[in-house]
């Protein structure tokens, strides 16, 4: 089974703290993703990277960056933590291809709480 | 630039009983896939059912099928028999190729009432 793993679910930061969301999939995927979802918005794509080192702009990037140094693994960085950046943050991956109907794989979600 | 919208914010729907939750989409690339996702109240997202732009019938999978009409941009998701466990949020996306992220709705929360 595809397994994408994200390190904390459950996180409380200081306003103006550098955080770390680490995320780790296990199925040598190209593509990895960072969303954000908040209630009433959905989804939004937050940095997405289809290849180690290379990464693209979503919707909302600001204030956010990636690490992308190993295929396994995606990082989301919050330089410098703000309250409106409490949300739940998800990851997922899945194979690049000529096809959109590969399934993407979600991660269990990281609940981050900004004080 | 693709858009999903899901009209529905909220829905009740009695148990053993069917429900429509609706999702239209934009696009004007010809090939795309159209996806739903299952959200219980733990945050995980859970993949229900997959529709090919070029598919010709309606994709099943057990109580879930996605009327599809292509025509109208609609991919509506119908979930026969509904039971207690299948109150959640459920999310419509879309993606138009391999290399490209979902895009998301923002979601309808369905209610199933005893």
């Known amino acids: 089974d595809v397994k994408v793993t994200q390190s904390s679910r459950y996180l409380v930061k200081r306003t103006g703290e550098k955080v770390f969301l680490e995320c780790v999939q296990d199925?040598?995927?190209?593509?990895m993703f960072w969303y954000r979802q908040d209630p009433g918005l959905g989804l939004r794509l937050i940095y997405f990277s289809y290849d180690v080192k290379m990464k693209e702009k979503g919707d909302i990037p600001e204030g956010y960056s990636v690490s992308r140094e190993k295929k396994e693994r995606f990082s989301l960085i919050l330089e410098s933590a703000s309250t409106n950046q409490t949300s739940m943050y998800l990851c997922?991956?899945?194979?690049?291809?000529?096809?959109?109907?590969?399934?993407?794989?979600f991660g269990e979600g990281s609940w981050l709480t900004v004080v | 630039a693709q858009k999903i919208t899901q009209t529905q914010p909220g829905m009740f729907v009695q148990e053993k009983e069917a429900v429509t939750l609706d999702c239209t989409y934009d696009t004007s690339d010809p090939s795309y896939g159209l996806f739903w996702y299952k959200q219980p109240s733990s945050g995980e997202m859970i993949f229900l059912i997959y529709?090919?732009?070029?598919?010709?019938q309606n994709a099943t999978e057990g109580r879930y099928s996605l009327n599809f009409q292509k025509a109208r941009k609609s991919a509506n998701l119908v979930i026969s028999a509904s039971q207690l466990g299948d109150s959640a949020m459920y999310f419509c996306a879309m993606r138009v190729s391999g290399n490209t992220p979902l895009v998301f709705g923002k979601g309808t929360r369905l209610s199933v009432i005893a």
């Open positions: 997922a991956s899945s194979l690049p291809s000529g096809f959109a109907g590969n399934t993407i794989y």
């Open positions: 199925m040598d995927h190209e593509n």
């Open positions: 529709q090919g732009s070029y598919d010709q």
